[in-house]
Nanobody
């Protein structure tokens, strides 16, 4: 049983920065995919940034390109999200997700490709 624990959320003014962390425990195998998703108030959850640790493939949703950076410590199955130049539209609950299974096909922001999810960490950006 894999457990994901997010940390690093909080409240910040527009233009500020936060760094989210996600630590995976309970599995010593390198994940096939790890990603960050977010759910703004009253909206559906969306993919933000993700990485395939075994290949190094990285993707970002358009709205965060140039501002957010995803990185990993694959030896520890830990995922990070450095968020700079934060905007009020970035306000959301941020979730970490991971997948340790082999799949015939995979899409970075397809939620059903992830089997393990954290509880989420709140990010609030004020104007």
């Amino acid at each position: 049983q894999v457990q994901l624990q997010e940390s690093g959320g909080g409240s910040v003014q527009a233009g500020g920065s936060l760094r989210l962390s996600c630590a995976a425990s309970g599995n010593t195998v390198t994940a096939f995919a790890m990603g960050w998703f977010r759910q703004p108030p009253g909206k559906e959850r969306e993919g933000v940034a993700g990485i395939w640790p075994r290949t190094g493939n990285i993707e970002y949703t358009d709205s965060v390109k140039g501002r957010f950076t995803v990185s990993q410590d694959s030896s520890k199955n830990t995922l990070y999200l450095q968020m700079n130049s934060l905007k009020p539209d970035d306000t959301a609950m941020y979730y970490c997700a991971a997948d340790f299974g082999v799949r015939a096909s995979r899409a970075m922001f397809r939620e059903t490709d992830y089997t393990d999810w954290g509880q989420g960490t709140q990010v609030t950006v004020s104007s």
